[in-house]
């Protein structure tokens, strides 16, 4: 059992930062790698970012590499998610996720989810 708790979204204008937090607590077997999706309505929810736990590997979408940075914490078990330059089309709800997948930007590969977290990038 893996709970995941996200912080860190808001209101932001178009060229701003937000960095994102997901703390993790249960079983580390559960998650060998990390990874951030997000949902715009009307959208399907799509990959943004992942970090496999051990080795601290990043893996980004290209629609955010150079602009969003995955790290991790271990001693506090938290993920963070760091946007800059943050673009309107960057409004999404997004999710953390954690699982064992062989693929890391696939949705099915995560078998847990945080409650998700609104970020609204203004023009």
């Known amino acids: 059992q893996v709970q995941l708790v996200e912080s860190g979204g808001g209101l932001v204008q178009a060229g701003g930062s937000l960095r994102l937090s997901c703390v993790a607590s249960?079983?580390?077997?559960?998650?060998?790698?990390m990874g951030w999706f997000r949902q715009a309505p009307g959208k399907d929810r799509e990959f943004v970012a992942a970090?496999?736990?051990?080795?601290?590997?990043?893996y980004y979408a290209d629609s955010v590499t150079g602009r969003f940075t995955i790290s991790r914490d271990n001693a506090k078990n938290t993920v963070y998610l760091q946007m800059f330059s943050l673009k309107p089309e960057d409004t999404a709800v997004y999710y953390c996720?954690?699982?064992?997948?062989?693929?890391?930007?696939?949705?099915?590969?995560?078998?847990?989810w945080g409650q998700g977290s609104q970020v609204t990038v203004s023009s």
């Open positions: 996720a954690a699982g064992a997948p062989l693929a890391v930007a696939t949705i099915r590969g995560y078998d847990y």
């Open positions: 249960g079983r580390t077997a559960s998650r060998y790698a």
């Open positions: 970090i496999r736990w051990t080795s601290g590997s990043t």
